[in-house]
């Protein structure tokens, strides 16, 4: 497992065979420049179309803190003045 940080800031995990060393120096060049939405929607794939990579994954940090912010939102948003 390769950890690397999209363009947005999110931090994701890429199953990565260590001795690839051709494959993880092209993630380092690809993954910071595309968006979580992008790799998502298969761009990444679309890029790395002859490699084999194995699972793309968030990491937890950012799904916890994604929880937190819209929880928080959630408790500003919804309850009227004065309560």
Do not use: C, W, Y
């Amino acid at each position: 497992m390769h950890k690397f940080v999209t363009h947005d800031g999110h931090k994701i995990s890429i199953d990565v065979d260590a001795e690839n060393k051709e494959l993880i120096t092209l993630l380092n060049n690809i993954v910071p420049r595309l968006s979580l939405d992008e790799i998502r929607d298969g761009e990444l794939e679309k890029r790395l179309e002859k490699a084999n990579i194995g699972s793309v994954k968030l990491s937890s940090g950012d799904d916890i803190k994604q929880l937190i912010f819209s929880l928080a939102m959630f408790n500003t948003i919804s309850k009227p003045p004065g309560f």
